[in-house]
């Protein structure tokens, strides 16, 4: 673990506090560029929304250039991904940062704050969908940079900078590779700085040194025809419903394990270093409830919440759809029911390996006398990632440290997925992970926000991290 002390010297703590001031003298613009992006709806997953998603990525190449980076838009699909460059000598190592600008769709019924794009500051946080996830993470790197450069002797960076910003990351990113392998030289770098991604709390920075994979399914359970009349077949017909739940309910056992055969064969054991990682987080059951608002902890009970969210594999149904959620009931057995569940994987896991887990759990497990259809995202999954240990990851624990003006880093994981394996795979270059967002920040859920003191504190990760990577990575 990295430590700041008061042995740090003097012009450490001098520039240390130039960032820190530079970022609050510019709090109003921060705060007001921020809530200019959010307004815009970029939802991916929304056809209509398209546009929105193509004004959100010139919005942001529109930033970048005004910070002095040679930007560049790139059509990905419907979407639009952002690249930005900032090369000042072939001499010095080159940083690829990694952030998506899509967001997720937003039920305005259920906002109580704003509505999801009419941004609103209240309480030191900025309320809107996106604000956290992700744009509040790519406006942190933003003027993360412009602290640095303002830090250094001639504004020149301690390394060369690639942002890459894409429009497809709440949709699986379902172009990055392609992107990617098509403009490897241009990507090429010596180490990946992923920002999307949790922190642990405003005064205990923690560093994400893992990432969770993510596998999704869609079940479609068919019985009758059409839709029956309950009074009329009741008893004597086939009720998709009762399959669907049937199967769902077997998905765990009465320990809160996952109940796929040979699901936990290839997990990684939980070596003494990371219980050690994990149980040194200033963890308190109560206080988590309350911040997440989860109302209650579940799981795998042998082991601890840190350990469950971020090196325990698992499974949760996000939704299910059958007969009449809404409106007037027809006292029907309707004919479809359908559910959708995640599968969060850990090293060793693999996609392809739990896929077919779960094509043969289903399989077994569902009655007779229904048909079914079962679609795995696999094209798409996401393997787990672990950052090697190394100068560079020491790097980010001491940046982190610094940014926050905490004695030390903890380490941590993130329960979401992301495509860092591809990213790392595609580069050959080690992922780091700086995130801004908090637990309380709402992700995907109504009145989601940033806090923005730990927004600013991010950026001042950013700024550090620019000129501890440059003392560490090879040139």
Not at 1 to 26: P, Y
Not at 110 to 127: C, H, I, M, S
Not at 243 to 260: I, K, P
Not at 348 to 377: C, K, S
Request: glycine residues 8%; proline residues 7%; aromatic residues 6%.
């Amino acid at each position: 673990m990295s430590e700041v002390t008061s042995g740090s010297g003097s012009d450490q703590v001098e520039r240390d506090d130039a960032i820190r001031a530079f970022l609050e003298q510019h709090r109003p613009e921060i705060e007001s560029q921020l809530a200019e992006w959010v307004a815009i709806p970029s939802i991916s997953a929304v056809a209509d929304r398209a546009i929105d998603v193509q004004r959100s990525a010139r919005w942001l190449a529109g930033a970048f250039r005004d910070a002095g980076l040679e930007t560049e838009i790139v059509p990905t699909g419907d979407a639009a991904a952002v690249i930005a460059r900032l090369h000042t000598d072939d001499d010095l190592p080159t940083v690829l940062v990694y952030s998506h600008h899509d967001v997720r769709h937003a039920k305005p019924e259920e906002w109580q704050e704003t509505a999801p794009f009419d941004p609103v500051v209240r309480g030191g946080r900025l309320y809107g969908r996106g604000a956290s996830d992700a744009k509040g993470q790519a406006v942190a790197h933003l003027w993360g940079l412009r602290a640095h450069l303002a830090s250094r002797a001639h504004g020149r960076p301690a390394v060369n900078l690639v942002y890459l910003v894409e429009g497809e990351e709440e949709i699986a990113s379902p172009h990055l590779a392609d992107l990617l392998t098509a403009r490897a030289d241009e990507f090429a770098c010596d180490a990946i700085v992923f920002s999307d991604t949790l922190q642990w709390a405003e005064d205990f920075p923690g560093v994400v040194t893992s990432m969770r994979g993510i596998l999704g399914a869609d079940l479609r359970v068919i019985g009758p025809a059409h839709d029956q009349h309950s009074g009329a077949v009741s008893g004597a017909a086939p009720n998709p419903v009762h399959a669907l739940v049937e199967v769902m309910a077997a998905l765990h056992d009465e320990s809160g394990r996952v109940a796929l055969p040979g699901f936990y064969d290839d997990v990684a054991p939980l070596t003494a270093r990371r219980a050690a990682e994990l149980a040194a987080l200033p963890f308190d059951e109560a206080s988590w409830v309350e911040r997440t608002g989860t109302r209650s902890i579940d799981g795998e009970a042998a082991h601890t919440v840190p350990e469950r969210l971020w090196a325990r594999p698992a499974l949760e149904i996000v939704g299910i759809l059958a007969g009449d959620p809404e409106g007037v009931p027809r006292a029907v057995i309707p004919s479809v029911a359908s559910a959708q569940f995640s599968v969060r994987l850990v090293p060793d896991q693999r996609i392809e390996t739990v896929a077919e887990q779960v094509r043969r759990f289903v399989t077994d497990r569902m009655p007779e006398g229904v048909d079914y259809e079962l679609t795995l995202t696999e094209d798409t999954g996401q393997n787990p990632y672990v950052t090697p240990e190394g100068p560079a990851l020491e790097a980010l624990e001491r940046a982190t440290a610094r940014g926050y003006g905490a004695a030390r880093a903890f380490r941590m994981g993130n329960a979401g997925g992301g495509p860092a394996e591809l990213l790392s795979l595609t580069s050959g270059a080690p992922v780091l992970y700086l995130g801004i967002g908090l637990p309380e920040d709402h992700w995907h859920a109504a009145d989601e926000s940033v806090h923005l003191p730990t927004l600013l504190k991010g950026a001042a990760t950013a700024a550090h991290l620019w000129t501890e990577l440059g003392l560490e990575l090879p040139r």
